[in-house]
């Protein structure tokens, strides 16, 4: 059971919006930490792809954007594409200041 | 471009022990936060222990407190964790990552730990 928790799956086709969300409580995201995203591509590590709530690393395409509000968080996949088929996973921090996940998005495009 | 590299991994019997390394390259080690983030077979990431630039202040997650150990040789550009009293639960791949303001900014390859009799 993670701290955070995103849906099992998402789906789209190729061109598509899509929105995954990552919803804690008041004493994670609530309590004002950042959430962070990263994208894992099948049998490669985890890579950043949005940190601080909606701030993009050097070479993450614009399509990739997030939120946050409250006790959640969404990321938004614009414009979708084969390969960003792959499992999204939220993070942010507790207030007994450990790291903690969502149990992560299996995004397929169909 | 920032390079870590695990090593260590391997098939361990219940009970035993296993010391992980994790080797920085291509950035000032010393100054930078570390983590060890783990990644059960077809599950998903669970954080595991973190430790400060000079290795002073550590934390771990309530499954590995007690039985774990997260140290680093800043002179050697190496990030530990020794793992003690392992259990069939422990059996993941161990990523190491470096921290940037609460987020895991680099990643390793990480290193697969099987526990099995």
């Known amino acids: ?110 | 471009e920032v390079q870590l590299v695990e090593s260590g991994g391997g098939l361990v019997q219940p009970g035993g022990s296993l010391r992980l390394s994790c080797a920085a390259s291509r950035f000032t080690f010393r100054v930078y936060w570390m983590h060890w983030v783990r990644q059960a077979p077809g599950k998903g990431l669970v954080w595991v222990s973190r430790i400060s630039s000079d290795g002073s202040i550590t934390g771990y997650a309530d499954s590995v407190k007690g039985r774990f150990t997260i140290s680093r040789d800043n002179a050697k550009n190496t990030l530990y964790l020794q793992m003690n009293s392992l259990r069939a639960e422990d059996t993941a791949v161990y990523y190491c990552a470096r921290d940037l303001n609460y987020y895991f900014e680099s990643w390793g390859q990480g290193t697969l730990v099987t526990v099995s009799s």
């Not at chain 1, 190729?14 to 609530?30: A, D, F, K, L, Y």
């Not at chain 1, 395409?61 to 939220?90: H, M, N, W």
């Open chain 1, 1 to 110: 059971q993670s701290v955070l928790t995103q849906p099992p799956s998402v789906s789209g086709a190729p061109g598509q919006r899509v929105t995954m969300s990552c919803t804690g409580s008041s004493s994670n995201i609530g309590a004002g930490y950042d959430v962070h995203w990263y994208q894992q591509l099948p049998g490669t590590a985890p890579k950043l792809l949005i940190y601080a709530n909606n701030n993009r690393p050097s070479g993450v395409p614009d399509r990739f954007s997030g939120s946050k509000s409250g006790t959640s968080a969404s990321l938004v996949i614009t414009g979708l594409q084969a390969e960003d088929e792959a499992d999204y996973y939220c993070q942010s921090y507790d207030s007994s200041l450990s790291a903690v996940f969502g149990g992560g998005t299996k995004l397929t495009v169909l």
